[in-house]
């Protein structure tokens, strides 16, 4: 077998793969996988990972989330039940495997397997290998991000609460989160549901720890099309508003190049686990039927590169949310 800092330095330029190697205590990793059917009836989302408290208790769990009808479940199982591939992102908690090109779950009414193809990963360098850049290399972190798959389509059936349900033909969409928290405060929304297709958009706001303080961060990333525009912390953009009100939530961001205006609409959410100094004893809301109005300008010009309403919105605003706001 590769010794373990081997495995942890091929990790980190692969975000994508279990970054947990040789932890034992104070850590999360979970990897986020949403499915939607190709009549968007059936909307769900699939959470695999393990989880460290402070005392060294282990477990790891497969959380299930039904969008439509706003339920989620949490199936917990022995931390030796979880198992992770060296060489690529795979990863087993008993029955049910994950990875990159296909998913199969083995639970309590939910039952199926769905291939995936088409994938947009975020692009990878040796000193950017993902979606958190040069942050990728500070080891004090409290929360890590990746992006596994922008958008993808989907091939398969799952057999849910006694009824077959069809995937063929739908979208999903693939990231993950690992280190001992989630942010204190933080806005995070999803959406590959344009009314033309070829268009992924995610973005999160929140509070970062850093040394003796903090600072609000950011990361946006558009597919549009066959291109990835970004804005992010490290690559010169500007975060030049982040506001709330009610079940509405506006950003505003802009690069060298572009200005970016998101408008949400936030449906009704349903609670979800999250990790606490590794422990999943928080508790966080999101919904799964939001809705994202999107328009990208070029500022130059002031030319509209792109403007569409997103269905389907993946959404959570969580925690100390006054710290955030621009």
């Known amino acids: 077998m590769e010794a ?12 994508e793969r279990f970054q947990g190697w040789g932890k034992k205590r104070n850590y999360f990793e979970g990897w986020y996988f949403k499915i939607l059917s190709t009549d968007e009836e059936n ?13 060294g208790n282990r477990h790891s769990f497969v959380q299930f989330l039904d969008g439509r009808k706003k339920t989620s479940e949490y199936h917990k199982f022995e ?19 994950f990875s990159d090109s ?31 850049g040069p942050y990728t290399f500070v080891p004090f972190m409290q929360c890590y991000h990746g992006i596994v798959s922008m958008d993808h389509s989907i091939d398969g059936v799952l057999e849910y609460a006694g009824k077959e349900i069809d995937f063929t033909g739908g979208r999903g969409y693939i990231e993950k989160d ?97 990790p606490l100094n590794g422990h999943m004893d928080g508790r966080i809301e999101e919904s799964m039927s939001s809705e994202i109005d999107v328009s990208l300008t070029e500022r130059k010009s002031g030319r509209l590169i792109f403007s569409g309403k997103g269905r389907n919105a993946a959404v959570e605003v969580a925690g100390n949310i006054g710290e955030i706001l621009v």
């Open 4 to 15: 373990k800092p081997v495995k942890r330095i091929v990790s980190l330029f692969n975000p």
């Open 178 to 274: 690992w280190g001992s928290s989630f942010p204190e405060g933080y806005i995070w929304l999803q959406s590959n549901h344009f009314p033309e297709p070829g268009v992924s958009i995610k973005t999160s706001v929140a509070k970062i720890p850093w040394l003796r303080g903090s600072f609000t961060g950011f990361i946006s990333g558009i597919w549009l099309y066959d291109r990835l525009i970004k804005f992010t912390t490290y690559n010169g953009s500007i975060l030049k508003k982040s506001a709330i009100e009610g079940p509405k939530v506006e950003i505003v961001m802009q690069n060298k190049t572009y200005l970016l205006e998101i408008s949400v609409l936030r449906d009704s959410a349903t609670a979800l686990a999250s």
């Open 102 to 132: 296909n998913l199969s779950v083995n639970l309590n009414g939910l039952k199926g397997e769905l291939n995936f193809s088409g994938n947009v990963p975020w692009p990878k360098t040796w000193y950017s290998p993902g979606i958190m």
């Open 43 to 55: 909307a769900f989302a699939l959470i695999p990972g393990v989880s460290m408290d402070t005392k």
């Open 79 to 97: 931390y030796d039940d979880f198992s992770a591939s060296p060489k690529r992102f795979q990863v087993s908690v008993g029955d049910n495997r």
